[in-house]
T-cell receptor, first 113, second 114 residues
Framework: DAGVTQSPTHLIKTRGQQVTLRCSPKSGHDTVSWYQQALGQGPQFIFQ???????QRGNFPDRFSGHQFPNYSSELNVNALLLGDSALYLCASSLGGVNSPLHFGNGTRLTVT | GESVGLHLPTLSVQEGDNSIINCAYSNSASDYFIWYKQESGKGPQFIID?????DKRQGQRVTVLLNKTVKHLSLQIAATQPGDSAVYFC?????????????FGQGTTLQVKP
């Protein structure tokens, strides 16, 4: 039973570019959340997708957008990259409708130069 | 504002001793709490959770205690092993029906000395 998988594992981009990160949820999960984790910090909530719609959003600018597909997989897009966007981006999946643990992938390490 | 905080950024224990990691939260409406373990280069790994209608929950070698009066929770690890070395985060869920977001603390680094 595969857990949450994310791709790519590492990515280097230049300031101003755009990036797309991908996530496949744990089997049986229908909800995907994205988090940004700066070095030495706890993860910060970006947004959550359920039934292909953004259900809740954290304090991130509109440069951060996402999508959920019918198979529950998800993408995170970041436009006009800034140096400060360098971080570990974590995807977590869970079952919607019930407070239950989020299961995290190992993340995508994004470096913006 | 909302926040979740840990009392110590680093905790160093001897192998075989018990470890206690503390966490304070600010949102009185929080009703679901989770502890995660994060090893270097990996994502957070679920350890144990507790709902606000409980004050104690036990797992394998781990116990979580919740004190809603002072908005404090702790993670106890029995017979700490080298493999327990990692960063530990407490998180609380804001919102119900799993529509909410997890608010994480800064993390406590547990170092286990052989």
């Amino acid at each position: 039973d595969a857990g949450v998988t994310q791709s790519p594992t590492h990515l280097i981009k230049t300031r101003g570019q755009q990036v797309t990160l991908r996530c496949s949820p744990k089997s049986g999960h229908d909800t995907v959340s994205w988090y940004q984790q700066a070095l030495g910090q706890g993860p910060q909530f970006i947004f959550q997708y359920y039934e292909e719609e953004e259900r809740q959003r954290g304090n991130f600018p509109d440069r951060f957008s996402g999508h959920q597909f019918p198979n529950y997989s998800s993408e995170l897009n970041v436009n006009a990259l800034l140096l400060g966007d360098s971080a570990l981006y974590l995807c977590a999946s869970s079952l919607g409708g019930v407070n239950s643990p989020l299961h995290f992938g190992n993340g995508t390490r994004l470096t913006v130069t | 504002g909302e926040s979740v905080g840990l009392h110590l950024p680093t905790l160093s224990v001897q192998e075989g001793d018990n470890s206690i990691i503390n966490c304070a939260y600010s949102n009185s409406a929080s009703d679901y709490f989770i502890w995660y373990k994060q090893e270097s280069g990996k994502g957070p790994q679920f350890i144990i959770d507790i709902r606000s209608n409980m004050d104690k929950r036990q797992g394998q070698r781990v116990t979580v205690l919740l004190n809603k009066t002072v908005k404090h929770l702790s993670l106890q690890i029995a017979a700490t092993q080298p493999g327990d070395s990692a960063v530990y985060f407490c998180a609380d869920l804001h919102g119900s029906g799993n529509t909410g977001k997890l608010i994480f603390g800064q993390g406590t680094t547990l170092q286990v000395k052989p």
